[in-house]
């Protein structure tokens, strides 16, 4: 979806964040954009050799994309899923060439198909907890479904979420999707201070 060179130039990535937020608080979740601290803890399974295919969740400004790319270094095939077409827009403009699909991070499987590209080796999520679907097939099912047998997935919360409702659900969920599932410590120069859980093993059905 590239910007036509008439078109005004997106905001930058803060203030498009901001902007979201206030039009969808639910679907944003947070006011600032994630830490570089935090986007190191959760980009941390993205091979450092070889020719992975990496798959970015509800990437928003782009806070977690760059360090994969500078992890990729060329290498491989990065995929970004993004809801919201204006954060699509300041993705195409400040990650060149980077492969951005506009679409529900549910029907990822097809998004795969279309490009050719089978199951992946890491998916990192920037989904806030709330936005997970409650009813039909589980969205850890579809990213577990979509990883190789040693794929990793990995989704970032904030700390002070971490006893809610949505944060139980999302556990369960990915314990019934995923034979191992940890939570990694708090990234407190992250503002809020956040924390990645990391899941391995996935149960293909």
Known sequence: MPVPPSAPLPAPSGAAFLREFLR???RTASLLPSSRSLAAAATGPV???GEPVVV???PGTGAFTGVIAERL??????VAVELNPRLAAVLEHTHPGLDVAVADATTLPALLAERGLGRVDVVVSGLPWAAYPTTGRTLPEVIAGSLRPDGVFTQFGYTCTRVLPPAHRLRRQLDAAF??????PT????????????????RHR
């Open 24 to 26: 969808d608080p639910l």
């Open 179 to 184: 034979g191992e599932v940890a939570g990694g």
């Open 47 to 49: 091979p450092g050799t």
């Open 187 to 202: 990234v407190w120069a992250n503002l809020p201070p956040a924390f990645v859980l990391t899941a391995r093993r996935p």
């Open 56 to 58: 970015e969740l509800g």
């Open 73 to 78: 270094g060329g290498r491989g095939h990065h």
